[in-house]
C-alpha cells in the first residue's frame, strides 16, 4: 500500500500565472482534502473532494478549484496567482466514513513560491 | 477568526522530562480533536486523537487530555527524547463539517539532549 505523495515538490511561478498541484491518493481512499499552509501558521482547508464531487470549501476564492479523478488522484488549481498565495500545499486522503471521522493520511507538501 | 489555537509557539525541554503542550478553541461543535507531528519537508503524521466524550486517552508516552467546559485540550509527553523535537499541530473536527480540520498555529518543540 503506497502512501500519499505530490508534485511536484517546489515551484516557482510570477504573478498572475495559473498552476496545478498534484496529488496521488491512498489506494482506495475515496476523499482527498487540500490544505494551504503559510509559514509558521498551521495549515488552513482548502476544499475536500469526495467521489469526484466538490464536498465542502473553506474561505477561499473561487479562483481556488480542484480536481478528483477515479484513480485515486487529484489536481489542485490556482488562477491569476497572488503573492499570498505563497505557501505549502497540502493534501490528505481518507476514507470517509460519514458521520464518523476517518483519519487523514498527508503528502509531503508542494512548496509554491509567487515572485 | 482563530477557532483553534496554541498560544505557545515554541518549548524547550529536557530529554526524559515532560512536555506539555496546549491548545484552545472556541466553536463548540467541534467534537474530534487530533495531535499531529511534523517534521521539515514532510506531511503532519497523526500522533493521537479524542473524542469530545472522553477526557483522555493515552497512546504509550503520549497522552491527550479534553476539558470540554473550558474548551482546552493538552498533550503530554512523558518522557520526552530527541527524536520528538518537531512542530506539533493541534487540530478539530466537527460531524456537520465532515472530515474537514481546523489546525492551530503550532508548537515548535526541542527536546535537548
Known amino acids: 500500500e503506497t502512501g500519499v505523495t505530490q508534485s511536484p515538490t517546489h515551484l516557482i511561478k510570477t504573478r498572475g500565472q495559473q498552476v496545478t498541484l498534484r496529488c496521488s491518493s491512498q489506494?482506495?481512499?475515496?476523499?482527498v482534502s487540500w490544505y494551504q499552509q503559510a509559514l509558521g501558521q498551521g495549515p488552513q482547508f482548502i476544499f475536500q473532494y469526495y467521489r469526484e464531487e466538490e464536498n465542502g470549501r473553506g474561505n477561499f476564492p473561487p479562483r481556488f478549484s480542484g480536481l478528483q479523478f477515479p484513480n485515486y488522484s487529484s489536481e489542485l488549481n490556482v488562477n491569476a496567482l497572488e503573492l499570498d498565495d505563497s505557501a505549502l500545499y497540502l493534501c490528505a486522503s481518507s476514507l470517509d466514513g460519514g458521520w464518523t471521522y476517518n483519519e487523514q493520511f498527508f503528502g509531503p507538501g508542494t512548496r509554491l513560491t509567487v515572485l | 477568526d482563530q477557532q483553534v489555537k496554541q498560544n505557545s509557539p515554541s518549548l524547550s525541554v529536557q530529554e526524559g522530562r515532560i512536555s506539555i503542550l496546549n491548545c484552545d478553541y472556541t466553536n463548540s461543535m467541534f467534537d474530534y480533536f487530533l495531535w499531529y507531528k511534523k517534521y521539515p519537508a514532510e506531511g503532519p503524521t497523526f500522533l493521537i486523537s479524542i473524542s469530545s466524550i472522553k477526557d483522555k486517552n493515552e497512546d504509550g508516552r503520549f497522552t491527550v487530555f479534553l476539558n470540554k467546559s473550558a474548551k482546552h485540550l493538552s498533550l503530554h509527553i512523558v518522557p520526552s527524547q530527541p527524536g520528538d523535537s518537531a512542530v506539533y499541530f493541534c487540530?478539530?473536527?466537527?460531524?456537520?463539517?465532515?472530515?474537514?480540520?481546523?489546525f492551530g498555529g503550532g508548537t515548535r518543540v526541542l527536546v535537548k539532549p
Open positions: 489506494s482506495g481512499h475515496n476523499t
Open positions: 487540530a478539530a473536527s466537527a460531524k456537520a463539517a465532515g472530515n474537514k480540520l481546523t
